[in-house]
């Protein structure tokens, strides 16, 4: 059921992002055509440089480098001819051009332009200008190419000085493909943050519900890599802080680190590391404690920490990393475990690693841009939101059956107690019985055949009016002794069905009937088939106990002048019904009989039985119940 669900979501995410036509890259990728130099700060200007200073230092292709160094300025120079321009042709020169570079997050980027006419134009780019101020109001790097003549070769130079990951490529678009992709933009973006919108508020909603740490955790998890994805792909600059400098690229390497603590964190207590694994629960919490230093200079705004900045952003990275492999680990440790939960996380850490190693490539230059690596990151966030939120869902389904569980296991062991309780009822009962009949009866039996030898062997003198007292004396007393004899012998009977042990239910049964309505002139009718061999000892004695009580309330209530009992055994149950054409009662008068009733009732369904009685004054009362066989 839960795969089924998990393909379903996955599904809709495919139909969605179908729907939503996630934008394509219909530019053209002239990274190839430019050469690169690196150069100190201050070093050589642009004008130099499109003069010829330094062109034989370039080199070409352009050399990757991992992270750049505020310290240095990386150069890009290419002359491109009019026939790489997407749609260029003599005809077509009237269209419009946008040049790109798919990379938010460089800090200063400065693009010249020169034509055939010799006119230099000059844009500047990058998270420490201000958004408002770009030409093209854009996430991604983009400025107008400037018109030219027909023909004419554009010469292109822009430089680069971050401190961020030096993810650079350049891309040519024609105008009206550049608008058609930034619409679908916007569509795939309002798409996949009202789905992590609406995860959020679910979550929250299971949180309040279950009062689980671990949910907001997730929650915490899910803003955090919300936010890594917005400043990645350059909306943090354009919808959050459009006038301020290098805002999002302060913050983004905080994100990245409060989205690592907060998904060990959602884990360890998802998973209950602390106690399955309490070494490697430690070993998260110093990772935890490590990883947060390194953003502090990076949140503080110090931009010109030249190297250092790139060191400690790949100190960072690799904690990530290190977080990553910790989250499969422990999830299939914990699966192994036990944890039925966690084959979740690992399904869904693995949706997610494999659009955050593919983006990964993207970054650090291993593949061309291309609409799957550049959106790779934010698909895996999608599936994998899915994925943990069913998780959660599922744990609440996991709590519910296990509270199930537990009330079952306490209801079997309440069941016990109170069989072991009855059995030790029965015991003490059975041994009060034996001493009652045993010692007691046979005192009174031995007291009143003594007291009838008395009388028998000798005759009072009927002149003695004194001997003829003392004679009929001894007659009454012995009277007395049979009298409470019978009572010793029905009171042992009461409390322990000696002929139950010796002749079976079916002969006590009778018994109990005859001692019962006989003498009160009560007619009666019995049919009781006898029980299988099998029939356990426990399950006899509450047969007897229950029809024992019932006729116990005939006696005392019903005013019956008949009554009707049978007791068939089917397969798998025996089945009672007792019949009295007395008064009856209300069943809705929870004070007639109540506990007696509760009583019956509970003794039944401690053996899993059913009990049943309806009652009315004009009918009688009629008394059903059953009992399993085992």
């Known amino acids: 059921m839960c795969r089924a669900l998990i393909l379903l979501l ?9 729907d939503v036509d996630l934008p394509q890259h219909a530019g053209v990728n002239m990274t190839s ?6 150069l100190n700060k201050g070093e050589l200007g642009a004008e130099q440089i499109m003069a010829g200073a330094a062109s034989e230092h370039f080199v070409r292709p352009p050399e990757k480098h991992l992270f750049g160094n505020t310290d240095k300025v990386y150069w890009y120079k290419a002359t491109l001819p009019n026939t790489l321009f997407p749609h260029a042709s003599a005809k077509t020169q009237a269209r419009e051009y946008i040049f790109e570079i798919p990379y938010p997050l460089l800090d200063k980027v400065n693009i010249w332009f020169r034509g055939g006419d010799g006119q230099i134009h000059h844009e500047f780019l990058g998270t420490q200008y201000p958004f408002v101020e770009r030409t093209i109001k854009s996430a991604n ?3 107008p190419i400037p018109a030219m003549n027909p023909g004419e070769p554009l010469e292109v130079l822009f430089s680069v000085n971050t401190n961020s990951l030096m993810t650079v490529a350049a891309f040519i678009w024609d105008k009206n493909d550049w608008q058609a992709h930034q619409q679908k933009l916007k569509m795939w973006y309002g798409f996949l943050f009202g789905s992590i919108t609406i995860l959020i508020f679910y979550n929250l909603f299971l949180a309040i519900s279950l009062r689980d740490s671990s949910y907001l955790y997730y929650i915490l998890y899910l803003i955090s890599l919300s936010m890594v994805n917005a400043i990645n792909a350059g909306l943090g600059e354009q919808y959050l802080s459009p006038n301020s400098i290098g805002m999002s690229t302060r913050v983004a390497l905080s994100f ?13 207590r998802f998973l209950d590391i602390r106690h399955r694994f309490p070494r490697l629960w430690r070993a998260s919490i110093i990772g935890i404690v490590i990883i947060i230093p390194p953003a502090i200079p990076e949140l503080l705004g110090y931009f010109n920490m030249g190297a250092l900045s790139g060191i400690l952003t790949g100190f960072v990275l690799l904690l990530t990393n290190v977080a990553m492999i910790y989250y499969f680990v422990i999830a299939i440790l914990s699966y192994r475990a036990g944890a039925k939960e966690a084959r979740f996380v690992i399904v869904a850490f693995s949706m997610f690693a494999m659009g955050y190693y593919l983006y990964q490539l993207f970054v650090y230059q291993g593949v061309a841009p291309s609409i799957l690596v550049v959106h790779m990151l934010e698909i ?7 994925i943990l939120s069913l998780a959660l869902a599922d744990r609440f389904h996991l709590v519910t059956e296990e509270k199930q569980q537990l009330e079952e296991v306490a209801l079997e062991n309440q069941r016990t107690f109170s069989k072991r309780l009855i059995q030790a009822q029965e015991a003490e009962r059975e041994a009060f019985s034996n001493t009652m009949h045993d010692s007691i009866g046979h005192g009174l039996l031995v007291l009143k055949q003594n007291l009838e030898q008395i009388t028998n062997g000798c005759q009072p003198d009927t002149s003695n009016p004194e001997q003829i007292a003392h004679f009929a004396a001894v007659c009454e007393q012995a009277g007395y002794c049979g009298e409470l004899l019978d009572d010793v012998r029905h009171m042992s009977h009461d409390l322990h069905p000696h002929l139950l042990k010796r002749l079976g239910l079916k002969t006590a049964i009778e018994s109990t009937l005859e001692r019962a309505f006989s003498a009160r002139e009560i ?16 399950r006899e004695i509450t047969l007897y106990r229950v029809i024992q009580e019932s006729l116990n309330n005939i006696l005392k209530h019903a005013d019956a002048s008949e009554v009707m009992l049978t007791l068939e055994v089917k397969k798998k149950e025996i089945i009672v019904n007792i019949k009295d054409d007395g008064q009856g009662f209300s069943l809705e008068d929870s004070t007639r009989n109540n506990f007696g009733l509760n009583t019956m009732k509970g003794r039944i369904t401690l053996f899993g039985g059913w009990f049943n009685i309806q009652s009315n004054q004009q009918s009688g009362t009629h008394l059903s119940f059953g009992l399993p066989i085992e």
């Open 10 to 18: 996955v599904s809709l995410l495919l139909s969605a992002c179908t």
């Open 141 to 143: 790097l983009a400025v």
């Open 380 to 386: 895996g966030m999608v599936i994998e939101g899915l």
């Open 523 to 538: 007619e009666w009718q019995a049919d009781v088939d006898d029980l299988p061999d099998h029939v356990e000892a426990e």
């Open 33 to 38: 055509q430019f050469a690169t130099l690196e």
């Open 256 to 268: 990245v680190v409060s989205t690592t603590i907060f998904g060990l964190l959602f884990v360890n």
